[in-house]
């Protein structure tokens, strides 16, 4: 089984997040990069149907070449080859474009993203591949099996579960559940030190451009102090509202 996961390079949740003096960018500088939580599920995920299957995982990001360090890092894991598209991701549809080519030109029976990126929350991309390359496509994906040429999910949906079944080629995406985060792999010494002589292909980008762009960037109003009302002072609790969270 030919496995493709699309890794986002995302800031840790833990990063402090500052702009650009002129609130055109976000700043970089100083802030470590991560697997996108969401694609690190699906690549556990990728390596356990190796596992079962046989065959080969391979990792792709599009990005410049300061990502190269968390595709190093999937490699570690347990991915058997990396490529990065080298170029700047402005926008969704930019990403899908790349990452679409780099899919027709090879023959990958399962094409795995996460269900969306932690960084601008995007969640775009997985479906825009599968309609550029006019692949099925199963979104907040919870459950993943292979018998042969068919695939078996189960995503939550409200009030129940549903189970979905697909023939292969399909892009899926992923979240918790596709395997659970207590079997998530973390990188060994003897897997980052075999990370190193894996092979990272970098190709060169398109000359695709984006739909859309960003204007500017401004963080949210800091949250205020919380007042509390006791119980029974409702006519306390309407001043307020109207006077100063001036709501009503």
């Known amino acids: ?25 976000f700043l970089t500088e100083g802030v470590q990069f991560i697997i996108n939580p969401y694609d690190e599920f699906g690549l556990t995920k990728a390596i356990k149907l190796r596992e079962q299957h046989g065959g080969k995982v391979t990792v792709v990001n599009f990005g410049e070449n300061t990502s190269e360090p968390t595709l190093r890092k999937a490699l570690a894991i347990g991915a058997d080859e990396a490529i990065r598209i080298d170029g700047v991701p402005t926008d969704s549809f930019l990403v899908a474009k790349e990452l679409s080519k780099i899919i ?12 969306e990126s932690i960084d601008y929350n995007g969640g775009a991309v997985p ?11 199963v979104n907040a994906c919870t459950g993943l099996t292979i018998d042969g040429n068919e695939a ?4 939550e949906i409200e009030g129940g579960k549903e189970f979905i079944s697909a023939t292969l080629p399909l892009v899926i995406g992923g979240q918790k559940g596709l395997v659970e985060e207590s079997d998530l792999l973390i990188p060994n010494m003897r897997g980052i030190m075999t990370a190193r002589t894996k092979p990272l292909a970098v190709v060169e980008s398109s000359s695709n451009s984006g739909k859309s762009s960003s204007v500017s960037f401004e963080k949210p109003v800091a949250k205020q102090d919380c007042k509390m009302v006791e119980a029974g002072q409702e006519k306390e609790l309407v001043t307020l509202l109207h006077q100063e969270a001036k709501v009503i």
């Open 152 to 155: 078996k999910m189960e995503r």
């Open 104 to 115: 027709s030109e090879n023959n990958f029976d399962l094409i795995v993203l996460g269900r």
């Open 127 to 137: 479906a825009m591949i599968a309609e550029l390359l006019d692949l099925p496509f």
């Open 1 to 25: 089984m030919n496995i493709l996961v699309c890794i986002s390079n995302v800031p840790d949740t833990t990063s402090k997040i500052e702009f650009t003096s002129d609130s055109a960018s």
